[in-house]
């Protein structure tokens, strides 16, 4: 097994009780959570390469992960949130937030997915990956890597390492289907959730940011289809749960209606949620009108299979 290196901000003190997930959603709740989840062991901040990358964006990074911030470029890691342990292995979900591969939007579209996922008894995998910077494998690879790191980790942190999916938010719900329909074999994610993807490169219907970032204001037409999502899909694309908002004025809705209707041409079982209102970028945020109805219907497809 490979080693990994283990960063904690206090020392755990084994045996004490597991730290309650908060019953409400907001910071405050949140950080009175993760201190004491530092303390009792349930959270873990994991290097995703020790070793090395096998590949270069070009940026050197030099500074630790740190939780809950939304800069440009962070040292690729593992935010690990486990639930409580159970008689039965938990679901896991790698969560990638947005930014448009210029940033990442860890707080809404990524750590305060901790509370729901811990109640739903699924391990939530925080993951801080690199931005493109002109090499467009770079993101999908850290994904790859997290999804190996907590399959060699199954045991220890109690996971089926059958259930292990991806979930991503805007840019990351582009990544998230990246994966979900590039993946080989031994990386493919169980399942996927997708909060208003950016999905095709099709410059008439993508979001240009997301387009330019990944892979270039130039890129050629076989560079596009390659990472229009919606072209590649296959039957052994997993499972997916997609939500968005009718009037998003930033990623075109027919991002998600193509990739549900190209899931359901190749019979892989997909539920879609479109919301009347909500625009783009509300993650988790209890502040959306439709954000209980969300984590309900959620809740509902993640313990149907």
């Not at 470029?73 to 593992?78: A, E, I, N, T, Y």
């Not at 937030?97 to 391990?123: C, D, K, Q, S």
């Not at 999905?199 to 076989?222: C, F, Q, S, V």
Request: aromatic share 10%; hydrophobic share 40%.
């Amino acid at each position: 097994m490979k080693k990994i290196f283990v960063f904690c901000t206090t020392l755990l003190m084994v045996g004490m009780a597991q730290a309650q997930f908060p019953a409400n959603l907001n910071e405050e709740s949140w950080q009175q959570y993760l201190n004491k989840a530092y303390v009792t062991g349930n959270v873990m901040d994991v290097e995703l390469w020790p070793n090395g990358a096998p590949n270069s964006n070009g940026v050197v990074y030099d500074q630790p992960v740190k939780a809950g911030q939304g800069t440009i470029d962070m040292k690729p890691g593992l935010k690990v949130v486990l639930p409580r342990k159970s008689d039965k292995p938990s679901k896991a979900v790698v969560v990638c937030p947005g930014g448009g591969y210029a940033m990442l939007a860890t707080m809404h579209e990524g750590i305060m997915w901790n509370f729901f996922f811990g109640r739903e008894n699924v391990a939530t995998i925080m993951l801080t990956y690199r931005l493109p910077h002109g090499n467009h494998e770079v993101p999908a690879s850290d994904v790859y890597q997290a999804i190996r790191i907590v399959k060699e980790h199954a045991k220890e942190w109690n996971i089926d390492p059958n259930q292990i999916g991806v979930m991503g938010s805007s840019a990351g719900g582009h990544l998230a289907s990246t994966v979900a329909t590039h993946a080989a074999d031994d990386v493919r994610p169980a399942f996927q959730i997708l909060f208003y993807p950016v999905i095709t490169m099709d410059k008439r219907y993508t979001h240009m940011g997301t387009h330019d970032n990944l892979i270039g204001k130039d890129a050629t037409p076989e560079m596009e289809t390659l990472y229009s999502n919606e072209k590649q899909v296959t039957e052994k694309t997993p499972r997916a749960f997609i939500v968005l908002a009718d009037d998003d004025d930033v990623v075109p809705s027919i991002n998600s209606a193509w990739y549900f209707a190209a899931l359901k041409d190749h019979g892989v079982p997909a539920n879609m949620h479109v919301y009347p209102t909500g625009g783009h970028g509300f993650g988790n945020s209890q502040s959306w009108k439709y954000n209980a109805d969300m984590l309900q219907n959620l809740s509902d497809w993640l313990n149907s299979f």
